[in-house]
């Protein structure tokens, strides 16, 4: 099993950033793919960004030029740096993190973005 911790949550004014960080721990062998997914009230969880091992990264349309992932493999952290964040960015976000065709998900950090 794997563990992810998330941080980093919290309560911001449209336009300011947030920085949200994911441990993993537990029976670590060879994580693939990191990623950040959210939910607002009402809607799906959807893909916000994802990085591979080799730190190719994917964005969500929405967050393109805005949001910014990173990973460190020597530590199994992934981050997700947002800036210029909207009222729409308001959800709670989940990390995720893809081993050996198991997928493991954090217990969710709330973001609220005011206007």
């Known amino acids: 099993q794997v563990q992810l911790v998330e941080s980093g949550g919290g309560l911001v004014q449209a336009g300011g950033s947030l920085r949200l960080s994911c441990a993993a721990s537990g029976s670590i062998f060879s994580i693939n793919v990191m990623g950040w997914y959210r939910q607002a009230p009402g809607k799906d969880r959807e893909l916000v960004a994802a990085?591979?091992?080799?730190?190719?990264?994917i964005y969500a349309d929405s967050v393109k030029g805005r949001f910014t992932i990173s990973r460190d493999n020597a530590k199994n952290t992934v981050s997700l740096q947002m800036n210029s964040l909207k009222p729409e960015d308001t959800a709670v976000y989940y990390c995720n993190v893809g081993q050996r065709g198991s997928n493991y998900w954090g217990q969710g950090t709330q973001v609220t973005v005011s206007s």
């Open positions: 990085i591979t091992s080799g730190g190719s990264p």
